[in-house]
């Protein structure tokens, strides 16, 4: 049986990572590159559709024309609570991501997609090493993303 502290910290290392995975979207929404990028350590990355970015490449993030696209039309980048595997000083969450956009009534979801991260804790706390986002096409190149 683990002791209290052993506890205590489980359960603060759960609540930084999933707060860490839930700023995501507000971060995107609001255009905030700086921050998305703080969100990652140092050479970690995100891959996306055919794009890998590298840690100093995701502020920019915001600038992609499909990302000006959805903040003009009004858009919520909204990821589903993840499932979430601690390991010492290294963490695996799966979820869901769906980009809603404003392009008359109703909101349409225009990416729903999978999600899988990878984080490491650093002198700084919990931090994305590598995310992998593929869209929900059915492929099963997608659905291995929950599998492993």
Same mark, same amino acid.
């Given at each position: 049986?683990?002791?209290?502290?052993? *506890?205590?910290?489980? =359960? !603060?290392?759960?609540?930084?990572? =999933?707060?860490?995975?839930?700023? /995501?979207?507000?971060?995107?929404?609001?255009?905030? &590159?700086?921050?998305? !990028?703080?969100?990652?350590?140092?050479? &970690?990355? /995100? $891959?996306?559709?055919?794009?890998?970015?590298? +840690? !100093?490449?995701?502020? &920019? =993030?915001?600038?992609?024309?499909? +990302?000006?696209?959805?903040?003009?039309? &009004?858009?919520? +980048?909204?990821?589903?609570?993840?499932?979430?595997?601690?390991?010492?000083? @290294?963490?695996?969450? @799966?979820? +869901? $991501?769906?980009?809603?956009? *404003? #392009?008359?009534?109703?909101?349409?979801?225009?990416?729903?997609?999978?999600?899988?991260? !990878?984080?490491?804790?650093?002198?700084?706390?919990?931090?994305?090493?590598? *995310?992998?986002?593929?869209?929900l096409t059915g492929s099963e190149w997608a #659905?291995? =993303?929950?599998?492993?």
């Amino acid at each position: 049986m683990k002791n209290i502290e052993e *506890r205590l910290q489980a =359960l !603060e290392d759960r609540a930084e990572i =999933l707060d860490l995975i839930a700023s /995501y979207g507000p971060f995107a929404d609001s255009g905030n &590159g700086q921050a998305i !990028e703080r969100l990652w350590a140092e050479g &970690g990355t /995100y $891959s996306f559709d055919t794009t890998t970015l590298q +840690h !100093e490449d995701l502020a &920019g =993030l915001v600038e992609f024309d499909t +990302h000006k696209d959805f903040m003009a039309a &009004g858009c919520a +980048h909204v990821g589903t609570a993840p499932s979430l595997r601690i390991d010492g000083d @290294t963490a695996v969450a @799966t979820n +869901h $991501s769906l980009v809603f956009a *404003r #392009r008359g009534e109703p909101w349409t979801a225009e990416r729903v997609s999978a999600n899988r991260w !990878e984080l490491t804790r650093t002198a700084e706390g919990w931090k994305v090493s590598k *995310r992998e986002n593929r869209l929900l096409t059915g492929s099963e190149w997608a #659905r291995q =993303l929950f599998s492993n």
